[in-house]
């Protein structure tokens, strides 16, 4: 697959919320956010259950029928949610080629495109397989394909890999984290899950009262970010204690070590 190398396009955002506001009735949900999205850079937007961190990312996807403030998005979008949204009458390689369907790609086209955004996430033999008959992390791999397939500037993960089990989750982490290297476009995670944040992230975001509160810069190299190293353990520290946790407990935390 030919994806564009954004970091070599030199505009300053692919994306930008200025001022931005989102009420639902009488509760703001979002208030007056700025956020810049830069090309090619790897964000995580954490904020505890209600925080908006969804509605934001809607905000950006162009799915808010409704949004006020200042939106740019400059580029193509694409989106995965935490469930894959497989259509299950069509088979694996037709729900990858319908994310092409807007545009001037062939029939054919489609297809090899589609074959080729699912090597790279490791499944073409699934090709011709009914979304029914994977498995959750292989039919996460596939709505990850469907994604990539349009070669977006700006991918939007909503916490695409909350549901999976945790070993399935760190292969996913290598998995993105490879695809993003290869492709690099920007990407904007929702997670609720601080070490998926600091395992892939470049630029770590909490939201809060409809604010994004407070930001880090990760600048540890990726195959250094164990939970041990130093840097690491005081960002993840200071990212729990602005959530509003001071103490935790994981098993999770143990399995990250590994994928690091
Ligand atoms: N379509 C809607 N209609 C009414 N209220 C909504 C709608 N969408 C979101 N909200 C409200 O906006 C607030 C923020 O929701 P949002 O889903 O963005 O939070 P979140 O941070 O993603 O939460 P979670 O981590 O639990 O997924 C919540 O109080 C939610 O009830």
Redesign the pocket.
């Known amino acids: 697959m030919a994806l564009v190398d954004n970091r070599t396009r030199g505009t300053d955002t692919v994306a930008r919320l200025s001022r931005h506001n989102r009420s ?1 009735g009488s ?1 703001a ?1 979002l208030r007056e956010v700025d956020l810049a999205i830069r090309p090619g850079e790897f964000l995580a937007l954490l ?1 505890r ?8 990312l809607r905000s950006l996807a162009g799915l808010d029928p409704s949004p006020s403030g200042e939106v740019v998005v400059d580029g193509r979008t694409s989106v995965a949610f935490q469930e894959p949204r497989l259509l299950p009458w069509r088979r694996v390689g037709e729900n990858v080629a319908l994310a092409l369907l807007n545009g001037a790609a062939s029939r054919q086209e489609r297809r090899e495109r589609a074959h080729a955004a699912l090597e790279e996430v490791g499944l073409t033999e699934k090709i011709d397989a009914w979304p029914l008959s994977l498995s959750g992390g292989q039919a996460q791999r596939v709505s990850l394909a469907r994604a990539l397939v349009s070669e977006p500037d700006l991918l939007l993960l909503d916490e695409p890999f909350s549901a999976l089990d945790a070993l399935t989750r760190i292969e996913m982490h290598r998995l993105v984290d490879q695809l993003w290297r290869r492709h690099s476009p920007a990407v904007l995670l ?1 997670t ?1 899950d601080v070490d998926e944040a600091l395992t892939l992230a470049d630029r770590v975001l909490v ?1 809060d009262e409809g604010r994004v509160a407070r930001e880090w810069r990760v600048e540890v190299r990726r195959g250094a970010r164990t939970p041990q190293h130093p840097e690491i353990a005081e960002v993840r520290e200071q990212v729990l204690a602005s959530l509003g946790v001071h103490h935790e407990t994981t098993t999770h935390h143990a399995l990250e070590t590994g994928a690091a």
């Open positions: 639902f509760t949900v904020g259950s209600g925080s908006g961190k969804s509605t934001l929702v609720h939201l």
